[in-house]
């Protein structure tokens, strides 16, 4: 009986660390998926952020997924070499638009290899490229729910840099009404002048229109951007983060057809430590939870 026992305790860890190193075997042998990036997006993303997003995402996906890191001036053969130079056979490479042209040069090379271009929009010449770019109707959804709960009683600003579609407008005021909140928000270019800030409960921003987030910093933001939250001011409650490493577990799912273009919602990130208090986190990231999903079906069919 005891030499039993004794077995037991040999072969439970045993039979657990093969079966860990089967899997890393596995996880190892399938092929990656590179992201080519710069200085510039590690510096802005953070480098330690960017450790551990590409950590969970490797997880996630149960496939490695390898930054490849190019000089900022590299010209389309540089950079087209240096992803080579990382795996001859990927499973999947994402060009940011600004090296769309080492992604064209890329596809002549290996045209057997999916490429996707990310941030931009498909254009007629380039009939060989997936482009994925964010789902803003779906974003602007979420971001009326969210603003809902943080303006209360009071109104809701939304600052833009860019010309926002109708269509756009309207997937945030259903968000915002889906929440419970009636009144109409005021809705800004960041060109316009705007002073009555004690009215507001939270200030919306897309696109370069940062000059709102300081003036009032006791109003919670809600700011559309990749960028490491530490480097925001702390009034920032929630961030849209459409890094390609949210955009990469999306387009994996989807057949790999030329051309085409693929729409993939940014990941809401709500900053706990700039929650009043733990409640306040819990109890919103519950409700949102609960009403995104919900309201699933209706958020991919906005646009």
Known sequence: MRNLRRKTRILIPATILI??????????????VLIVTDSSFGQLYGSRRLWFRNIRTSLELFRRI??????????????ALAVVNISPSPRAVL?????????LYYIDMYPEIPVYVTGGRMIPQDQSVAFVRTDTAVDLYRAG??????????GVLFASSDYIHDDYSDAFL?????????RAPVLLNVSDSFSSFEEIGC???????GRFIEQDSSIPVILFSWADPSFTPGNVKL?????????????LGYDHQIPQEILVPSRPHLIAGRMENRFNYFGHSAILR??????????????
Do not use: C
Request: glycine share 6%; no cysteine.
């Open 19 to 32: 079966f860990a190193l089967i899997l890393g075997i596995i996880f190892i042998s399938r092929s990656p």
């Open 66 to 79: 390898i930054p490849v890191e190019v000089f900022e001036n590299a010209g389309p053969d540089l950079v």
């Open 95 to 103: 060009f940011p638009y600004r090296y769309q042209e080492a992604a």
């Open 145 to 154: 729910l969210y603003a809902a709960l943080l303006a209360g009683e009071k």
């Open 174 to 182: 259903l968000g915002l009404h889906d929440q419970g909140y009636e």
């Open 203 to 209: 200030i919306v921003i897309i696109g370069n229109a």
């Open 239 to 251: 961030m849209f983060d459409d890094s390609p490493w949210v955009m990469v577990r999306e387009i």
């Open 290 to 303: 609960e009403k995104i999903q919900k309201n699933q079906e209706k958020t991919v069919l906005i646009e």
